[in-house]
């Protein structure tokens, strides 16, 4: 293969005002702006890399700075040189001597490396001729383990376990191939239950999505608490007994109000309570899901790394590991965190819905799916329908399931048309 | 007194080309150019508030334009209307509903409100005309309280506890008061042990402080455990058993290593080891912890908010509470996690140095020991003796110890004439 060098890279701050019809409000994120900090890697081979991170809006302009910093190092470099060991090339980037002091690894910085991060493997995936979760069902273990910076780990997960548990994981590959392409990867609907949304307009969504064959639904909560009660009944008599509905508080409650209100909630029967308090409080997760059992507890859109995920496993705080495509450092560090899930035991269920994190968490859970937990026994991914419009290679869902993107590279893509029109503050949307 | 209210806030990006004589190099942080997002927040009394965030260079531009956007709600008001609810100001500068996201209360957003809010505290010191330890050891416990939000910390400290123990600790604070203006508050120095220094330098520095009256000193690890351990007996030699000695690893370990490398180094009797692994792994720091006794653990410097720095308490992962003036959202902050550290029994002795920090923190200490800890006892109060003299009201350091500030406000305000030279990357310094 021709050597192929990276020669430009052009940042864009893209943003959606959803805040004008209430779409993606909930009790904590009131008025969001769907928006990306988004980057075209430009190569000398005429094929180019698209990376972004999702944000709300303000704050934007922050992550695409970040961005054009963290790129810099790039220009000039081949792919290769990157790619062989996509696991060091993410610890240069998170590790900046004076950037890491804004960090380490978290926030405005950590999402921007996201976003770098990703466009290298949408990159890398293309000149491959493969979209990205056939890329990395089709790299051995060993090159699997040198995609991912194990730093701040080794006391779970090691190169070894982790190369040992891809190479053990592999047998019935073809057959679960088959079995995905054939039958697409579970997920779950948020689009009914907004927070700003009217108990009627819920009625509605809740019907068209039984209508379009969903079977899982997830609802807002973290208002007052007989108006949260009121809705989960709702929700739960118009989708009936049999299928599953998840509530989702968005880092609203301290942790007793936590225990108290799940407690409360747990009369329609949740099959999860998502992000019951502050997303940094390990031991708080720990505690509501020993104190509410049997309500599973779920979270991860706002862990912001690795090394919280770990503790999240290792304290026993969770039972459903919501790993995000850009909070997280991109695909390498969503692996080391699929790989931790998988030894512990603990499905993961990707956070999407915002800009792209559909199009990106498919491959994620594909992947995890043939080569790593080998099962869709309690994973679902999440499913948001906004926005899927603006991409070259939208998901596509049939029958409440992510059937298996089959184009080149990581589905990021956005047309020219919507990076022209969305891009702020200069683009006719925002003018 | 006269309403005062806030008509404009600047904000200056101010850089020190410290890394050119190696000053503030350790394990991971090899090349700091000491630098701040610096805000000043002027009112029609003629009279201004100062406050600034540290960082190590690149990248303060980020906290310069989150800090200036973070400002804006501000222009405008009366300073009362935001000082009689300090918590209640803390809660909206880190709740904007779309900066959030790039949080929540981490990185470069969480930075830039501590530089606002310690703005915001100075301005008030001043126009109380008190230096800010005298301001705050005179509010009353529950103006204290309302100073604090105490968001997602209720579970281990509500409102009413922090009013008792603040009421309850109140006997004997003249007799305090007259102590610690008599004999300062105890400090430790880093300044002879930085990573990049040589051996003899070190042994030059060392000697210097122990005549300048220096019991505690803190010497850089993590690099080639002979060099280490070469090091850590070299500055033992020198400052003899009595004095006590301490190393800071920053962050470079993995847990198992660092409670390999922590355990080689016991032999030097040490009397903490700093910052052993990861910030954000509170389960490692205390697993190292419970491995490596009688060693003590500190960190601190990167915990980034109360919600971290609870759990490191809840887990018993810490001997030594390292708050950060800046790392944390400002005062209010940080006396959340004061009060915390009391009701654990945790000595806080708070992370210094950079430019501006020891400024900061003597207050805190200060005000820690008149009304909170109560003890001096093994509490100290880190010092670096770098960049002070660019400030109006530098710390005064005798015989080791920090004494009181007398002037009114938080002492942050840096001389004019810095402010000009080092702006970056317009000041002289930097052309």
Chains 1, 2 share one sequence.
Not at 58 to 72: F, V
Not at 97 to 106: A, C, I, S, V
């Amino acid at each position: 293969m021709k050597e192929i060098r990276i020669t430009n890279v052009r940042v864009i701050d893209l943003r959606f005002p959803t805040s004008r019809e209430q779409i993606g409000s909930d009790a904590v994120n009131k008025d969001p702006d769907y928006s990306a900090a988004y980057c075209i890697l430009e190569t000398d081979a005429g094929i180019s890399g698209h990376g972004l991170t999702f944000t709300l809006g303000r704050g934007t302009e922050l992550c695409a700075e970040a961005l054009r910093y963290l790129a810099q190092p790039i220009v000039g470099r081949t792919l290769s040189s990157i790619t062989e060991k996509m696991g060091a090339f993410s610890a240069e980037v998170v590790g900046d001597t004076q950037f890491r002091w804004l960090g380490p690894e978290k926030g405005v910085i950590h999402l921007a490396a996201a976003a770098l991060i990703n466009a290298v493997w949408d990159l890398y995936a293309r000149v491959e001729g493969k979209p990205l979760w056939r890329l990395l069902a089709e790299l051995s273990p060993t090159q699997i383990a040198d995609a991912i910076d194990f730093r701040y780990i080794t006391d779970v997960l090691t190169r070894e376990e982790a190369i040992a548990l891809l190479t053990e994981r592999r047998a019935g590959y073809e057959e679960r191939l088959k079995h995905l392409a054939a039958t697409g990867y579970p997920a779950y609907t948020t689009s009914p239950g907004w927070f700003g949304f009217s108990d009627e307009k819920i009625i509605r969504l809740c019907n068209e999505a039984l209508a379009d064959g969903w079977t899982h639904f997830k609802l807002k909560v973290g208002g007052d608490p007989a108006d949260d009660l009121r809705r989960a009944r709702l929700v739960r008599k118009c989708i009936g007994p049999d299928n599953k509905l998840m509530v989702d508080a968005n880092q609203k409650w301290d942790v007793n109000e936590a225990i108290e209100r799940t407690r409360s909630l747990s009369e329609v029967d949740l099959w999860w309570m998502e992000e019951p308090t502050s997303p940094d409080d390990i031991l708080g997760h720990a505690r509501i899901r020993r104190e509410v059992r049997p309500v599973r507890i779920a979270t991860g859109e706002h862990c912001h790394n690795r090394v919280m995920f770990k503790q999240l496993l290792q304290a026993e705080a969770i039972d459903v590991c919501q790993i995000d495509s850009c909070r997280l450092a991109g695909v390498s560090e969503n692996l080391a965190v699929i790989l931790m899930a998988a030894k512990f035991g603990v499905p993961v269920c990707p956070h999407a819905g915002g800009v792209g994190l559909c199009e990106y968490v498919q491959h994620l859970s594909a992947f995890d799916y043939l080569c790593v937990s080998t099962t869709m026994e309690n994973r679902v991914t999440e499913f948001v329908d906004h926005l899927h419009e603006h991409f070259v290679d939208p998901v596509r869902i049939e029958r409440g399931r992510y059937m298996l993107p089959q184009q080149p590279g990581y589905s990021i893509e956005i047309k020219p048309e919507t990076l022209r029109d969305y891009s702020y503050p200069d683009g006719k949307v925002w003018k």
